[in-house]
Every structure is written in C-alpha cells, then in structure tokens.
C-alpha cells in the first residue's frame, strides 16, 4: 500500500480517541439540527397546508425503501472491512453509481404504474393524484444521489471523520430549509418540501466530496468485491424491514385515503416521532458500543441499563403525557388552525411515545449479545402487526388509523417486544417491569392532573401549556418520590449534573 492509500486504512492507532471523538461530534451535530428541525416543523406548516404534505407524505416511503435497498448494506461493509484498497472503492463506486442510474430510470419511467398500483385499494388514494405521480417521478434525482454518495460518505466514516460529517449534515439541513421556506413563500406547494429534501441532499454530496480526498480515478478491481456484498445483504435486509416498519403505515393510509388526510397523519406522527429520532441516532453512538463492551459482565451490564432506561423514562415521560392531554391547543398553538384536525393523531401517537425512549434503546441489547435471529422475528412481528392494524383503523380516517397504530402498539408490540428481548441475557422481564412501573404510575397522575387544567380558564394558550409543563414534571417527581426506583432514578440525575459541573469548573479554572 502506498502513502496515498493510507486514507482506506482503517486507523488502528488511539481507537478510544476517534470514539470518543465521534460520539461528541454525533451529539454536537444532533445539537445543531435542532433549530432547523424545529424551524422546519413549525414554520413551513404554517406556509404550507396538509393536502400539500399529503403529497410528500405519500413519495417519502417510496424512496426511502428504494433507498435502503440501493445501499446494499454496503456502508457498514467498507466501514468494517479489514481490508480496503483503492481498486476496490473504484469498483463498488460504479456498481453503486449505475445501479442508481438505473434506479433513478425505473422511478422516473415507473411513477404512473407505481401509483396505479397503489391507488388500486381505494378510489380516494393520494397515489392516484398526478401531483403525487410527477413527484414520484422526480425523486429519481434522489437514488442517483444516493448512488454517487454511497461509497465516499462511507470512505469518510472508515476514517472517522466524524466531525466533518457532522459539519456538512447541519450545514445541508440549514441550507435545505432555506430553500424550501423560500420555495413555500413563493408558492410552490408541495415541491418545497422536496426542494428542502433535495437541496440538502446537494449539500451533503458536495460536501463529502471535497474532504473524502479521494476520486474514483484507479482501475476498478471487481475480483473481490463479492464480499462487500455478502456481508451487507444481511444488513440490508435487517434496515429493509426496520424502513419498512417505520414508513408501512403511511404506506396504507395514502393508499386508502386522500392527501390530505395523510397529511394530517404524517404531520402529527412526525411530530411524536422526530424527537424520538434524535435521540435514537444519538444510542445508537453511545449506548450501543457501551453495552457491547460490558457484555461479558452480566451484572454490570444489567445495572448500567437499567440506570439508563429509569433517566430517559425521568426525562420523558412527564412531558410526553402533559403533551398528549394538551394536543388539541398546543398543536395549532405551533402549527396554526389549519392543522387543529391533526391533534386528536398526534395525541394517540403519543400513547407510542411514551415508551419508545425505552423500547427503542432493545434493539442494541440484540445486537450487543449477538441475537441477529431474535431481532429477525421481532422485525416481522412488528411489521405485521402495524400493517394490519393500519388497515384496520383507517376505515375512520386518519384518527383512526393513528388510534389502531397506537392501540396495537403498546398491547402487541410493547409486549412481544419485552418478552422477547428478554428471553435470554442479563436483562429479565421482571427487571424492565421493576423500573417501568413507577414511572407508570407516575404517568398516571400526570395525565389526572394535566386534564384537571385543561379545564380551567387562562389569558392565553401559552400560559395555559406553560402550566401544564410545569405541572406534569412537579406531579411526576412527587409521584416518584414514593418509589425506591424512581428516587433512584432523581439521585442519579443529581449525582451526574453535581459530577459533570465541578469538571466544567475545574476545566475552566485549569484552562485560565
């Protein structure tokens, strides 16, 4: 290997370093979407109606699925590659760029026949609207960009750069919301959220390329690229059915209903959902090769879970209730009037959220003790179940399908989920049920006492969710108080913000 090709070396040298590194700029970037992702929610609503991201709505699941099988896994399999030499990035950049020209053609070619298909199940589906069919047929621009990204995105975390891609991920969300507001002033409906989407994706692609420090300029070696493949279908397939669960109900609520209607149910799931998301991306960082680490320490691992998931339900689950109860003023006090109907969806979809800080948290426990096959069966269980519920419920429209998601949630998936999860390893049931149980009682109170003032008159809507907010996390830590696993819980949060601010001391007073 030549110095040149030291950029596909996988950097042996201070490991925990670049780990640590990478977590700090995982967090700092999540930390820096943060306002343009509120900004996104909570402007562009106001400019824009729901019919309008109905229509989005309706293409997002189609290219996101288009999406993850494109990748073919092949990210993590550059990433975890012992081996990798430049021949090797040329060839898997080719077979990545024309299958998504290829892709790109079948979207663009297919858009008409793909939302024939699906508007096939009802005579009012937002699939049979032609604005939805152009709109399928320009998101072929997105798995040509996803074709030429794929494999620098994926040389750049080879190396942990993760600093820079945390970088150009929060300049492209800044610059794609830029654009779309614009887009949305001057009146271009529905094509604003996907000049957002697009512009952002821009930004990322020109962004990559400038700093990955490499062009796929060398003699593609196609001898021994099989591997990547191989090694990636089985990650694809597990990201397959996860996008799949993730986008399945908006999948059958636009193929039974209009766009306008599913824009009142995206809006509100995506509303319940994003915070959920950051969180996620930030676990998957953090927690997960943490867990991987003390695997072979049963009671160590069991401690320092269970001390995780009683913060996040500390944190959360106060302000998920108070939020909930609070739908129907809090949800056209931030989007305006026009999106009052999507309150009673988004107060059933909180019912999910209320427990997702910590079902989320179970697929690292899969993947921490080596249960691929377990996480397999769970994947499926959760599809079906949320498919067949969707369809179920949305025969009274959009409430009702968010009503059936929520209902089958936390009385199919909630449990399944537990049980399984829990069959082997050093977490039992009994644990998750030890430490969930207080924090549900005190859930409990909070939604007795938020509905209690909902009731009484206030001067304005603010004052009326600002006390609220205040109530809820005042009743819940009284509530906990009475319990050894919630005190248990307030002790920690104390013990790691007395820790953490006598460090920020001492570092400032070294570093004067």
């Known amino acids: 290997m030549s110095a040149d090709d030291a950029i596909f070396g996988p950097k042996h040298d201070r490991m925990q370093t670049h780990a640590v590194n990478g977590a700090a700029a995982t967090v700092l970037a999540q930390i820096a979407k943060v306002p343009f992702q509120a900004a996104s929610i909570l402007i562009l609503p106001r400019l824009l109606s729901p019919d309008d991201y109905g229509i989005y709505y309706a293409v997002v699941p189609l290219i996101s699925i288009v999406l993850t099988m494109h990748g073919m ?40 026949l793909i939302s024939s298909l699906l508007a096939s199940f009802s005579n009012a589906s937002a699939y049979e609207d032609p604005r939805a069919i152009a709109l399928t047929a320009a998101a072929s621009f997105f798995v040509v960009w996803a074709g030429v990204m794929n ?41 604003a959220l996907a000049l957002d989407y697009a512009v952002t994706c821009m930004v990322g692609l020109i962004g990559v390329w400038l700093l990955v420090g ?44 209009d766009a306008g ?34 695997h072979e320490n049963a009671e160590r691992y069991r401690r320092a879970y269970l001390r995780i998931i009683r913060q996040l339900m500390l944190f959360f689950a106060p302000g998920t209730v108070a939020v909930g109860v609070t739908a129907p ?28 800080p910590v079902s989320m948290t179970m697929p690292f426990l899969f993947v ?24 179920i419920g949305v025969r009274w429209g959009a409430v009702g399908a968010a009503a059936a998601f929520a209902l089958s949630d936390v009385f199919l998936r909630l449990p399944f989920l537990w049980w399984i999860v829990t069959r082997k390893g050093p977490i039992k049931l009994g644990d ?64 790691l913000f007395r820790t953490e601010t006598r460090r920020l001391i001492f570092r400032r007073k070294e570093s004067a």
């Open 73 to 112: 896994g092949l990210h993590q399999a550059i990433i975890q590659s012992p081996t990798f030499n430049r021949g090797q990035a040329a060839a898997l950049f080719w077979i990545s760029t024309i299958t998504g020209v290829l892709g790109g053609l079948f979207f663009l070619l297919g858009a008409p």
């Open 261 to 294: 209607q599913l824009g009142l149910y995206g809006q509100g799931n995506r509303l319940a959902n994003t915070p959920l998301e950051r969180i996620y991306l930030l676990f998957e960082r953090l927690l997960l090769p943490l867990l991987s680490r003390m």
């Open 432 to 495: 998750l049920y030890g430490a969930a149980w207080p924090f549900a009682v005190a859930s409990g109170a909070v939604f007795v006492v938020t509905s209690a003032l909902m009731r009484l008159p206030y001067p304005n809507d603010f004052l009326l969710l600002a006390a609220c907010a205040l109530a809820a996390y005042a009743t819940a830590l009284a509530t906990l108080s009475l319990f050894k696993g919630g005190r248990m819980a307030m002790a920690d949060t104390a013990s």
């Open 151 to 191: 494999i620098p995105r994926a040389i750049m975390n080879r190396q942990m750069k993760f600093g820079w891609l945390a970088v150009i991920d929060a300049a492209g969300v800044g610059c794609g919301l830029i654009a779309g507001i614009l887009a949305a002033r001057a009146g271009a409906h529905h094509w």
């Open 368 to 391: 921490s003790q080596r249960r691929a096959s377990a996480n397999f069966v769970w994947s499926v269980f959760s599809i079906l179940t949320t498919l067949g519920a969707v369809m």
């Open 329 to 356: 003023v809090l949800i056209p006090f931030l989007l305006g009037e026009d999106w009052a109907a999507a309150a009673p969806v988004f107060a059933w979809l909180t019912l999910v959220a209320l427990h997702q």
């Open 214 to 257: 490499w062009l796929p300029t060398d003699k593609p070696d196609f001898s021994d690229v099989w591997r990547f493949f191989k090694f990636g279908g089985g990650l694809m397939a597990a990201e397959l059915l996860t996008t799949a669960s993730r986008w399945g109900d908006n999948v059958v609520v636009g193929a039974r209903m």
